[in-house]
């Protein structure tokens, strides 16, 4: 034992010394990078440039058409999709208040449009103010006399200067790629000097931040102060110091200001709520930024959502909101007018897309350490916090960090005197001056749209965000969350010090806190890495449990970097950059603070990018800790497929409902993840929707942080928010995506992991990861995967603990749980250190316990053999089961009333009316004036055709022919709308559409035969009206005729939509069985594609009695494992089951998935959240025409995406395209049409158990 005893000291010295050596190189700061100070941003060849050097005068001033064409919009809203019973903002934007709102626009503000002022004042010390989005320099009004004006509190008074950033207001946009945060940050630099300062004070909020930031980092001999409202660093150490610090959380904030950071799993529950609108912006800007341009409705509603919800979490629960708790109805709509006005939103959501670019984050700017004296004002409610051991591995000056118990997003327009004081603070204690206001965000939440009702009796948060309760978020975010976000939320942001560092062409963003222990203390090195939509802040209650000295025999020195396209790191300019290449980023981060080898902890994403790191890098990952760990490679499918008939074999029997029934976990997945899907595939077309718009932004990312936390909470009128996380801190995050608009390059990461580009999950999982691994599962996240599984890929997997509570986001809701878990991994992997090093030492395996891997392996043999056996015959057994088909179901209900709240369930008429299309020229002429409005849209990026979403290049021409030629000939189109015979008639309760149309020659009842068409999505009648005339006419080829009836789908064109939750697409087939019985066919042929081919399906199973036959064109029955095991074997041997010709129309199957991942996004989406996106796309014929044309041409074609012109023409004539659109327009059905969606792929639907998938 003497010698042991030494051997271990030894062992132990050297460890200490290597680890010490490893710290000193990760906390090692980065050189500024070499900076390109006259990069040329403007259009055309920059050797055709000549810089002109003046400064001209610009006045704010728009002539009264301009004002009164707004007006008239305003004016002319159609009737919006009513929102569902009981619900406020849990489902999007309440249009009720939404309604409200544009009144207000309409009659009172415009009316004072000319009132609209900013006063002047004097100006001594020079002070740039930097917003963010979706704000602009309206922000700034009310905090510019404060600054300006002399008074008795200090003694100075600020010459301000208040740019809009580019792409912003009156800003030119960029016509190259590139130009992110850090760039941006360079032509600020370049505007101050032209104004005359080479040394000057910034403040800034949200990009305002970031971008301050990133000045205050490369040009430190220029900036005098920087004073930030949302301080964050994201450092390879922020995420360990987070994680630490939430363990005790005391130890690192002041005891009454711990709740500003922790717990973590409540702050990152909160931030992945509220920051999907930075995921779709940072991915498909374009398309998204389309939907919103020239569409006030629309526009006020995405942006005003975030005043509502940023500025208070708990403003989710109140009917309107909260708006107008904290901010003036008149300055959130003058924010609103300045994007409508100078048609910015678009440009201005790129810089998402920019910030997450490859070549912006390889920058690693947060590893730069900028010595300028640094204040943070952290407000309560604001999105995202960081504690100030963070913030100072970055801001290595922090002279100020002050917490505000009120407030949110919005500080400097919420409160703006609260900033102010607090900025002033910060400048007398430098005798300098300094200062900052939030007013945009404020003005936002305050301005909300009209959101859709809820749907009556539904489950409050069961089709998406509840709009009532989005409203009572948005009415805490803006009256409590932003009058605090100065004082409180923004310095609790900056708690921690934060760095950017050039990692790769990329400025990364990380927060850096060392611990302050003993030297006596190893400390590790770990790198914590979030997801979306979280960011940095979910580690904020973490952080100080990780670095604050306790009874452990070491401490952490944590990096909590942003990744690339989120928040303040810069996103990626080019394709390519997915969890592959983040995972190279982060480990050139580590390296560049100096630690070569560092434990990693993650989840979602971040889980994800852990996994990569330790599989690729496994002599630089000590040990992964993982809250999420998955593996979704064909043999893993197969042993949890195996797994789940005998589960007691596999795990302890109170772990089985983890896992089990896959069916219902499955339909969880399903469920949760269609923000997965649309983000996977258009993630510039989602950004676009939510950039810009803070309402809407709140309500993508909050609704995650409600049902990812546990899906029980969909029942609950709040969306039970609050029962895990506080909104403060939820806000916080939803701050961070909304400040640093970020939402659309955080999306991309979806877009790039499910590439052909990437090393899709699929195939990591043939890599095994050999380094030691730990999993957190937490009973209601959305992904669990059974150890059996894992051990497959995680060959190392050393501890994998069940806890009974907790969700997706368990490091901002369980802070001290997910602790003490790493801290339990940590212990092992030390202990195993040890021995391993002893054991290289020369010590044989007998005589040190330490020693692993060897001693078990023959029993481990013997015990896989037996099992072995098991399996096969379990997995037989298994077969035999899956290959029994499931019983229709005998309790159809053939009367069930889907009519509005009120109605005789028994009162159906049934009179079969004719119907004509027909709508006045004042309708059309509406819609001519809407497109005409829309001809400002911005320029696509070069060289992206349709990879980014529809190309506006391409959708000018669309909407030019639209108006001038389409709409000139309307009259014609609406004749050959009427070319054949329509009808409505009642059944259970809603008005049916149809077209009938059959020939008036063939007398003989036997030669006539009824055939059902059923259409589907974004499709309508209109699909059949070339191929009717042939079924209809005799015809030399067949001595038979069809009678046609084509109805319009409940929710569709002119058939009515349900008032009730519930109506799927089994429901739907009822409906169409007894409108063929009103028309006299009990038996009768279906023809479906789409929805049709599902509906038609389903007909034909539940009454196959009376379908003569069913012809579709998309065959699917994907509902059960067996057939996802029969698609797995075919594709190994395709050519046994397909002739050779046909083979490529199925296999190989990852490129086939891929493409269904892609292009299915907007199905997931529709299918949790379809009150959100159609409101944003009614009264929106530009977005409306986008959103549907991009399905013409991807889904006609994946090759199409690399056209400039989608390929739309080659298939289609304009005119059937827009005579589609046109029927969607004209109805206002987008909405109801989604709900399809959401009702067939729901728990009641999926709990019918009948035997097709879906």
Not at 298 to 323: H, Q, V
């Amino acid at each position: 034992m003497g010698f042991m005893a030494r051997v271990v000291l030894v062992v132990i010295s050297l460890t200490v010394a290597v680890v010490l050596k490893q710290y000193r190189g990760l906390t090692a700061p980065l050189p500024v990078p070499e900076l390109n100070l006259k990069q040329y941003w403007g259009p055309g060849d920059v050797k055709q440039y000549k810089e002109d050097t003046s400064i001209k005068p610009f006045k704010v001033s728009y002539d009264a058409p301009v004002i009164e064409k707004l007006r008239t919009k305003l004016n002319d809203v159609p009737t919006l999709t009513a929102p569902l019973e009981g619900v406020g903002f849990e489902y999007g934007f309440n249009t009720n208040r939404l309604k409200e709102i544009i009144k207000y626009w309409r009659t009172t503000y415009l009316d004072k449009w000319s009132e609209r002022r900013i006063p002047a004042g004097t100006k001594v010390l020079p002070l740039l103010l930097l917003h963010g989005w979706p704000g602009s320099v309206r922000e700034f009004y009310d905090m510019i006399p404060m600054l300006t004006t002399k008074s008795n509190d200090k003694d100075f008074v600020f010459e301000v200067i208040v740019p809009s950033l580019p792409g912003y207001g009156w800003s030119q946009a960029s016509a190259k790629k590139g130009l992110s945060p850090s760039e941006v940050a360079i032509v600020m630099k370049n505007l101050m000097s032209r104004v005359g300062f080479e040394k000057f004070y910034i403040q800034g909020g949200d990009w305002g931040s970031l971008i301050g930031n990133y000045i205050a980092t490369f040009f430190q001999s220029n900036v005098l102060g920087v004073h930030l409202n949302m301080c964050s660093v994201n450092t390879p150490l922020s995420y360990p110091k987070m994680f630490l610090a939430s363990l005790r959380p005391s130890m690192f904030v002041e005891e009454q200001h711990t709740d500003f950071y922790f717990p973590l799993g409540s702050k990152f529950a909160n931030i992945i709520e509220e920051t999907g609108y930075m995921h779709i912006q940072a991915t498909k800007p374009d398309t998204i930024g389309t939907a919103l341009q020239g569409n006030p409705v629309g526009l006020a509603a995405y942006i005003l959502e975030k005043f509502s919800t940023w500025t208070n979490p708990a403003y989710r629960n109140l009917p309107d909101g909260g708006l107008e708790k904290y901010f003036k109805l008149d300055s959130l709509l003058d924010n609103v007018m300045i994007y409508y006005l100078t048609d910015s939103i678009t440009t201005s959501q790129r810089i998402y897309a920019e910030a997450f670019a490859s070549d912006e984050l390889k920058k690693e700017i947060d590893r730069i350490q900028t010595a300028v004296p640094a204040a943070c004002a952290k407000f309560r409610y604001e999105l995202f916090q960081q504690i100030d051991w963070i913030l100072k591995d970055h801001f290595t000056n922090l002279v100020q960090s002050n917490h505000f118990e009120d407030g949110g997003h919005f500080a400097a327009m919420q409160l703006p005197e609260v900033l102010y004081k607090d900025f002033v603070t910060f400048i007398a204690s430098l005798q300098n001056n300094k200062r900052e206001i939030n007013e945009k965000l404020i003005r936002q939440l305050t301005d909300l749209p009209h959101l859709a009702a809820p749907l009556e009796g539904a489950g409050a948060f069961e089709y998406g965000f509840n709009s009532n309760r989005l409203r009572e978020i948005i009415d805490y975010w803006r009256e409590h969350y932003l009058p605090k976000w100065i004082t409180e939320r923004e310095s609790h942001l900056n708690r921690y010090p934060h760095f950017k560092t050039q990692i790769q062409g990329l400025d990364i963003h990380y927060i850096h806190v060392r611990p302050n222990v003993d030297q006596k203390k190893t400390v590790l090195p770990l790198l914590l890495l979030h997801g979306w939509p979280g960011s940095v802040r979910e580690f904020y209650d973490i952080i100080p449990l990780l670095t604050e000295s306790d009874e452990k025999e070491y401490t952490f020195e944590v990096i909590v970097p942003s990744l690339p396209g989120f928040g303040w790191s810069q996103g990626s300019a080019r394709v390519g950059l997915g969890g592959q290449k983040m995972a190279i980023i982060m480990k050139n981060l580590m390296e560049r603070i100096g630690h070569k080898r560092f434990f990693v902890h993650g989840g979602d994403w971040g889980a994800l990018i852990t996994d990569m790191m330790g599989t690729y890098f496994p002599e630089n990952v000590i040990g992964i800790h993982q809250s999420g760990c998955g593996v979704i490679g064909t043999l893993d499918t197969w042993k949890t497929m195996i797994a789940s008939i005998v589960p007691w074999m596999f795990m302890e029997e109170q772990y089985i409902p983890y896992y089990f029934p896959l069916q219902t976990y499955f339909k969880e997945i399903l469920l949760e993840s269609g923000y997965m899907h649309i983000q996977a595939t258009k993630p510039d077309t989602i950004g676009a929707v939510l950039v810009g718009n803070p309402v809407g932004l709140a309500a993508y990312i909050l609704e995650k942080f409600s049902t990812q936390t546990n899906r029980a909470f969909r029942m609950l009128p709040d969306g039970g928010l609050e029962r895990s996380f506080n909104l403060d801190a939820l806000l916080d995050n939803v701050m961070i995506y909304y400040l640093t608009d970020s939402i659309t390059t955080s999306q991309r990461l979806y877009v790039e992991a499910f590439s052909k580009r990437e090393l899709f999950a699929g195939e990591l999982e043939r890599i095994p990861n050999t380094v030691p691994t730990a999993c957190a599962k937490f009973k209601h996240d959305v992904l669990h995967t059974i150890d059996w599984a894992l051990r497959g890929h995680y060959t190392n997997l050393m501890q994998s603990n069940h806890f009974d509570e907790g969700g997706h986001f368990s490091v901002m809701q369980l802070p001290e749980v997910v602790y003490r878990d790493l801290v339990q991994f940590i212990d092992k992997v030390q202990l195993i250190n040890v021995a391993d090093t002893i054991c290289r030492m020369g010590l044989t395996l007998s005589s040190i316990s330490g020693c692993f891997h060897v001693a078990a392996m023959g029993l481990l043999a013997r015990v896989c053999l037996v099992l072995l056996g098991i399996l096969i015959a379990l997995g037989y057994r298994v077969y035999n089961q899956l290959s029994e088909t499931p019983r229709v179901p005998n309790n159809i209900e053939f009367f069930e009333y889907w009519g509005p709240e009120g109605g005789d369930p028994y009162g159906d008429s049934l009179e079969v009316v004719p119907f004509n299309v027909s709508y006045p020229p004042e309708v059309i002429e509406r819609l001519r004036k809407q497109l005409y409005d829309s001809s400002s849209l911005p320029a696509p990026l070069e060289d992206s055709a349709f990879q980014y979403g529809f190309n506006s290049d391409r959708l000018k021409e669309i909407i030019h022919y639209w108006r001038t030629d389409y709409l000139d000939r309307w009259d014609e189109r609406e004749a050959y709308l009427n070319r054949f015979t329509h009808f409505k008639t009642q059944i259970q309760g809603l008005d049916i559409h149809f077209i009938r149309d059959k020939s008036d020659t063939v007398v003989n009842p036997k030669r006539i035969v009824p055939l059902l068409m059923l259409h589907g999505w974004p499709g309508s009648v209109r699909e059949f009206y070339d191929i009717i005339p042939n079924l209809s006419n005799r015809t030399s080829d067949k001595e038979y005729v069809f009678d046609v009836i084509v109805p319009s789908l409940p929710g569709y064109g002119w058939s009515q939509g349900s008032s009730r939750p519930g109506l799927s697409a089994s429901k739907v087939a009822v409906i169409m069985k007894n409108l063929m019985a009103r028309l006299g066919y009990r038996r009768f042929y279906i023809q479906g594609g789409d929805w049709g081919a599902i509906i038609g399906n389903l007909m034909a199973i539940l009454f196959e009695k009376d379908i003569l036959g069913v012809h579709l064109n998309m065959c699917i029955a994907s509902g059960d494992p067996l057939t996802w095991g029969k698609m797995v074997i075919s594709n190994l041997l395709p050519n046994y089951f397909i002739e050779e010709q046909f083979v490529e129309f199925y296999h190989p199957a990852w490129p086939k998935i891929a493409e269904l991942i892609l292009e299915g996004g907007y199905m997931h989406l529709q299918a949790t959240k379809p009150d959100t996106i159609g409101t944003v796309l009614q009264n929106n014929p530009v977005g409306l025409a986008a959103y549907i044309l991009e399905k013409f041409s991807t889904w006609t074609d994946p090759s199409n995406r690399d056209l400039e012109d989608g390929g739309l023409e080659r298939h289609y004539s304009l005119d059937a395209l827009l005579d589609n659109v046109m029927i969607y327009y004209l109805t206002d059905s987008i909405t109801t049409s989604q709900r399809l969606y959401a009702e067939t792929f729901g728990a009641a639907e999926q709990a019918r158990s009948i035997p097709i998938g879906y």
